[in-house]
């Protein structure tokens, strides 16, 4: 049974770089179907996706976070992380790990989210 | 980009009652939509993909419809288990966009 899993601090300074890792389980990162993304959500707000990988190292971003995202990949711990930089309180949000699939366009796998706060 | 909008953005319905919400694409997605259940604190859940697929396991009660720039998930008979935000994403150029939501209640 394939499983996400989300780390790294809860907490980050303003203007500071957001830096979270997601571990798979169960399953290779390398599989050729799917993507590997980030997704948040504000408190009491909606969904935001963030940006994919392909095991390959491919990236597709959000055009409105693009300049100050990146997503990397390790196949050889089966992780890939996100960082994301000169953060405001703005970018306070639960952040998803997920395996988007690649033909359909969907998300059936996700982590269970962490809560990064943006705070001096 | 491509942008979606929902509306209702929140509804109050009794159970048992047809609940329809509505998503619409700033440009043609062909069927590429999707719908997820949100409850509080948990993660979202996909109900249905290419616009009318219902995922496995998800309440025949759940359906969806539309093709191009406009679509709805309707709900037939609304329990009291289907309380949470409901949110539409599409997928476009391996970009992914949802929608802000429906927040949907009882009566």
Do not use: H
């Amino acid at each position: 049974q394939l499983q996400l899993q989300e780390s790294g601090p809860g907490l980050v300074k303003p203007s500071e770089t957001l830096s979270l890792t997601c571990t798979v389980s169960g399953g290779s990162i390398s599989s050729g179907s799917y993507f590997w993304g980030w997704i948040r959500q504000p408190p009491g707000k909606g969904l935001e996706w963030i940006g994919n990988i392909f095991y390959s190292g491919s990236t597709y971003y959000n055009p409105s976070l693009k300049s100050r995202v990146t997503i990397t990949v390790d196949t050889s711990k089966n992780q890939f992380s996100l960082k994301l930089s000169a953060v405001t309180a703005a970018d306070t949000a639960v952040y998803y790990c997920a395996r988007p699939e690649m033909v359909r366009g969907i998300i059936i796998k996700w982590g269970q989210g962490t809560l990064v706060t943006v705070s001096s | 980009d491509i942008q979606m909008t929902q509306s209702p953005s929140s509804l109050s319905a009794s159970v048992g009652d047809r609940v329809t919400i509505t998503c619409r694409a700033s440009q043609g997605i062909s069927n590429y939509l999707a719908w997820y259940q949100q409850k509080p604190g948990k993660v979202p859940k996909l109900l249905i993909y290419a616009a009318f697929t219902l995922q496995s396991g998800v309440p025949s009660r759940f359906s969806g419809s539309g093709s191009g720039t406009d679509f709805t998930l309707t709900i037939s008979s609304l329990q009291p288990e289907d309380v949470a935000t409901y949110f539409c994403q599409t997928y476009n150029s391996a970009l992914f966009t949802f929608g802000p939501g429906t927040k949907v209640d009882i009566k």
